[in-house]
């Protein structure tokens, strides 16, 4: 990893419940932290990254152990590098490709929902039968 340049390109090769794992193009991997990854609220790094995401990071610390840290959000306030600029054309580098919007995932929540309380309701009106049925056998 070169020293002089803090924005690299990488690919998200894990996720992890506190954030991801991404291995820049000189094969240095290193941690974006879940509050690295956007400026909104990150609750889950699957609704934002997935494996083999397209990335530009910027290197925040490299620790004495050898750790490096990343970040996705710092990288978009950062100028872009030249290559960067080249290979994509006129257009902003890829900063992360989000996996789906929340309103999609709020969506699918929101149909779990009701599909479990219809099925609770239904248990429910099972077992007040079943007990009914036990209680009407036991006053003859």
Request: charged share 30%; proline share 4%; glycine share 8%.
């Amino acid at each position: 990893m070169t020293e002089n340049s803090t924005l690299s390109r990488g690919v998200v090769v894990r996720l992890l419940p506190y954030g991801a794992m991404v291995r820049i193009e000189d094969g240095t991997t290193g941690l974006v932290h879940i509050s690295e990854i956007d400026e909104k609220f990150v609750a889950n790094v699957a609704d934002y990254l997935a494996i083999g995401t397209r990335v530009v990071v910027k290197v925040i610390a490299v620790k004495e152990d050898g750790k490096v840290e990343f970040s996705i959000k710092r990288a978009k306030g950062a100028a872009p590098f030249s290559e960067e600029i080249e290979e994509f054309g006129s257009q902003e580098p890829i900063f992360y490709e989000p996996v789906h919007s929340p309103r999609t995932g709020r969506a699918a929540l929101d149909e779990k929902v009701r599909e479990f309380l219809a099925d609770a309701t239904e248990r429910l009106g099972d077992v007040r039968r079943h007990n009914e049925t036990k209680l009407g056998m036991r006053r003859r």
